[in-house]
């Protein structure tokens, strides 16, 4: 069992960053490939960034690659993204995903989740 719980998120305005934390509970966070995912208010939740368990590999949807970096630190049971150059389109709750060992690109790959939290980008 992991338990997720993300930080991060507020509102600011386009061009500015964030970074968003997610911090796990629970046993052998190393065995876990994370991801962020996003969901905006009437679409459905979509695939932003995943790393791969001792995080020798990171992978980004295409809208986000160039601006958004993925890291973790598995001694403090922790994945981060950080957002550059944000856009409006960026507007939506983000959300930090854990899946035992394989790596995985869609929401029903990922066994555990956190609630969520807000990014909102002005124009």
């Known amino acids: 069992q992991v338990h997720l719980v993300e930080s991060g998120g507020g509102l600011v305005q386009a061009g500015a960053s964030l970074r968003l934390s997610c911090a796990a509970s629970g046993r052998a966070f190393s065995s876990y490939t994370m991801g962020w995912f996003r969901q905006a208010p009437g679409k459905e939740r979509e695939f932003v960034s995943a790393i791969t368990r001792l995080g020798g590999d990171t992978y980004y949807a295409d809208s986000v690659k160039g601006r958004f970096t993925i890291s973790r630190d598995n001694a403090r049971n922790t994945v981060y993204l950080q957002m550059n150059s944000l856009k409006p389109e960026d507007t939506a709750v983000y959300y930090c995903?854990?899946?035992?060992?394989?790596?995985?690109?869609?929401?029903?790959?990922?066994?555990?989740w956190g609630q969520g939290t807000q990014v909102t980008v002005s124009s």
């Open positions: 995903a854990a899946r035992l060992l394989l790596l995985g690109f869609t929401p029903n790959e990922y066994q555990y």
